[in-house]
């Protein structure tokens, strides 16, 4: 049932994305006179198809996560001179540019018309706070202590700690001083500190950057309940079940999720008893299980796990979280400027990709990008439509890049015919073309290659 709810939910999301992005190349091309042949949503046998009175083919297929706006062209054959002046190739290069760059701005454009609804409903974020500090971390080892906030990170004002750990991101992968600004409670006074890191995080499979220095928000632990579990694990072989509350392991009750794993990791084939709560249609009844957990290389060292994921039930404390209520014109302005960050941030990733400071076992593939959407809707229709958001933002970014076959690689192909007075020639573009698409592949079978290596 998970696996077709996860399904679902992607066939959503992507159908949601493509639709707006055609729909955006579709109305230009409408706006500049250009003949639209078909519009279709989709991939695979026809579901629904039906004329307008342009006589433009509307079509929606089986599989909805991809699409195209076919629009009259001389390059795809004989064109009637009657029929010339709505060929998409007959116009002029800055309404070519404006036709192939609108599905990208549509991308755009309907993040922020989400960021804006979830924003005319406030925003909520837990302070920076620092609630637990790992010991012998980079952040114990730099004097942060416990109940101090982190007000700035290199100059750059933090006021949840989402923002913290995104302003982190910007020094995965350098050598040298992540500067931060703290304050004690109850006190205005703020002081720097310096936390010295050399390549910071550079080999990391989904670093997560406050983590990784050590430091955790406070936060009330009440259970922690098995996930989805691998049928080939240990743990699934030893009885355990998804929806079984973890109680203790070999007697000593859990009371955060990095003990029990720190637990499971040092027993590596060694037998551990896991007491848990495992519910029914009774009521509930209480097990005391006997695992043994698989011998697992992770980050170059063996440890122990069951293949299974964890989800920590608990909460936050209340006088900690933040809210800030917007007027219509102040979250359009946030829903603009969230969008306008989350590009950078996609952005700065692609380039800390490129010049190896964020290692590539980062890129995720569509396995990934399907989890993720199930898990979203899972936990809620505004996570899920938070995600669609941002999921349109990347995917506007993507298609702006100057490789040949996406968006970018048109435009770049208009610039060049803009500066020199004349079309790049057929040769060029189709070679142009057939290395983009073998980028193309090569980074989605990698990208799919990660998806599948990754942990359960």
Known sequence: MAFFVTLFYTFIAFGVLVTFHELGHFWVARCCNVRVEKFSIGFGKTLISWRDKHNTEFVLAVLPLGGYVKMLDEREGEISAKDRPYAFTQKTVLQRMAIISAGPIANFLLAIVVYWVLFLGGEKGLAPIIGDIVEDSLASQSGLEVGMEITAVDDVRTRTLGSVNRQLFDFIGTTGDIPLRVSYPDSNTEFQVLIPVQKWLRDEDNPSPIRELGINPPFDFEALVLGPILETGSGYRGGLREGDRLLAVNGIDIDSADGFIQQVSGAIDKPIVIDLERPDQDGSRFLALEVIPERTLKKGEFVGQLGVQLAVKGKYPDHLMRQVDHSVLSASFRAIDE?????????????????????????????????????????????????????????????????????????????????????????????????????????MIFATFNDLTRPF
């Open 339 to 443: 969008t306008v960050t989350t590009a950078g941030f996609i952005l700065s990733s692609l380039g800390k990709l490129l010049v190896g400071e964020l290692s590539a076992k980062n890129l995720s593939g569509p396995i990934t990008i399907a989890k993720m959407a199930g898990d979203t809707a899972r936990a809620g229709i505004e996570n899920f439509i938070r995600f669609i958001a941002i999921l349109s933002i990347m995917l506007g970014v993507m298609n702006l890049l100057p490789i040949p076959v996406l968006d970018g690689g048109h435009l770049v192909y208009c610039m060049v015919e803009w500066v020199k007075g004349s079309p790049v020639s057929d040769q060029v573009q189709i070679i142009g073309y057939k290395i983009g698409f073998f980028l193309l592949v090569g980074l």
